[in-house]
């Protein structure tokens, strides 16, 4: 079996699964935002279920529209709160403790090898880089998660992604990694299936490179994404206080749809041009295409680490005239670590605006949303038609170097070209 039917075998109480069989399985958590887990509680009062199965295994994280962006978002995360409230849930986190979902729950702890996760957001996918099985459900399917602890699936089949060498351009990153395979692929490469990693290029990646690498997924059409457990793992749940779960590993025989190689060494940094993520080209093979607005944040490349890159590059200069630059820590923690390390006086000092954690601009939400005819360059993961507000304004997808970088020169530019 590959990883992730071993993961739903044992979920599942099964012996052994196989690709394209139906089975129910037991979940570790639950999850949902002010978007979607509204809708997940008025399904669930519908149910007759007085309590969720396990209060410590349902999160709720409003995070897309806080904080609160007029009446209906607020509305909306009331919904939330009273529902935790009564609820007694553990793991609801409100304004002044929320982050990005997807950066908050593994900071947290709560997710970790071997489990199982459903959650009312398409990105859930992103904990497959500690080994979890994850994956976006519908507000309906949360809502019996929440009642049952369990969820049915069709086990996916897998594709194998072999990842061989090391970067050897320092401004490459776990980005470029998935945008490189989305290029390669396409928006419907990996159609329900299981994206499932390997190859010695794994150890040139860190954890914050495996959690870009895994949320990004279902930009393939994938079921889940999957990286094995290894030691860089477990030191990542060490720090955050994460002591239990269980390790699976591939079958040496598991069977999978196709392989495909993926040498480290000859990435460049790679952008995303609209209207799909696997509209990808090499940043220094762009031409002078202007951008109005850069992001740097969001479940994808909102982390420490990101941050850090984006400083590297502002420290000392400025923001472009005529370019907003907005930057968003991923969690509360990041917030305070990189003030700590004076990255946010470096953003500011560039002439960035640097926000509370949010989704905010990703979804076209508030914090940046763009006007007829703007570009936008995205640390995000989707630039579909309207993504980020009219639907005549472009997003372009980067890692944060890019990104940094574009905002500095008010083009699409490759870091390189700055140092």
């Given at each position: 079996m590959t990883m992730t039917q071993k993961i739903l075998a044992r979920a599942a109480g099964l012996p052994r699964v196989e690709a394209g069989q139906l089975i129910e399985a037991k979940l570790d958590l639950v999850l949902g935002n002010d978007i979607t887990a509204p809708v997940a509680i008025r399904e669930f009062a519908k149910t007759g279920v007085a309590r969720v199965f396990d209060k410590d295994k349902v999160a709720l994280v409003p995070d897309h529209f806080t904080p609160n962006k007029d009446i209906k978002a607020a509305e909306q995360c009331k919904i939330l709160r009273s529902f935790a409230c009564a609820q007694n849930i553990t793991n609801f986190f409100d304004t002044g403790e929320v982050g990005v979902e997807h950066a908050l729950l593994p900071e947290r702890g709560l997710v970790g090898p071997g489990d199982v996760v459903i959650g009312a957001d398409s990105h859930t996918c992103t904990y497959g880089a500690l080994g979890a099985f994850s994956t976006g459900v519908g507000s309906t399917d949360m809502a019996a998660g929440m009642a049952l602890g369990t969820a049915w699936f069709k086990v996916p089949s897998a594709m194998r992604f072999v990842l061989k060498n090391r970067f050897t351009d320092p401004w490459v990153s776990g980005k470029d990694v998935i945008l490189h395979i989305i290029g390669l692929i396409g928006v419907d490469g990996a159609l329900y299936q299981s994206m499932e990693y390997a190859g010695d290029g794994l150890?040139?990646?860190?954890?914050?490179?495996?959690?870009?690498?895994?949320?990004?997924?279902?930009?393939?059409?994938a079921k889940n994404g999957i990286f094995p457990v290894d030691q860089a793992t477990r030191d990542f749940l060490k720090e955050v206080g994460r002591a239990q779960y269980t390790e699976f590993a591939a079958d040496a025989d598991a069977s999978y749809t196709r392989t495909i190689e993926v040498d480290l060494a000859t990435l460049r940094s790679t952008v995303a041009f609209p209207h799909l993520p696997s509209n990808t080209r090499l940043a220094r093979d762009s031409g002078d295409v202007k951008i109005d607005q850069v992001v740097i944040g969001s479940c994808t490349n909102g982390r420490l680490s990101d941050m850090r890159v984006a400083?590297?590059?502002?420290?000392?200069?400025?923001?472009?005239?005529?370019?907003?630059?907005?930057?968003?820590?991923?969690?509360?923690?990041?917030?305070?670590?990189?003030?700590?390390e004076g990255l946010l006086e470096i953003f500011i000092n560039a002439g960035a605006a640097v926000s509370t954690p949010t989704c905010g601009p990703c979804l076209g939400g508030h914090m940046g949303v763009l006007a007829k005819g703007e570009r936008a360059m995205a640390t995000t993961n989707r630039n579909f038609v309207g993504r980020m507000g009219h639907p005549e304004s472009e997003v372009y997808l980067s890692n944060p170097a890019v990104a940094a970088a574009t905002a500095i020169t008010g083009r699409i530019t490759d870091a390189n070209e700055l140092v």
């Open positions: 150890n040139a990646l860190t954890v914050d490179d495996r959690l870009c690498i895994a949320n990004m997924a279902i930009e393939a059409g400083a590297r590059l502002l420290k000392g200069r400025h923001v472009a005239k005529g370019v907003r630059c907005i930057v968003i820590p991923a969690t509360q923690k990041i917030y305070l670590q990189a003030m700590k």
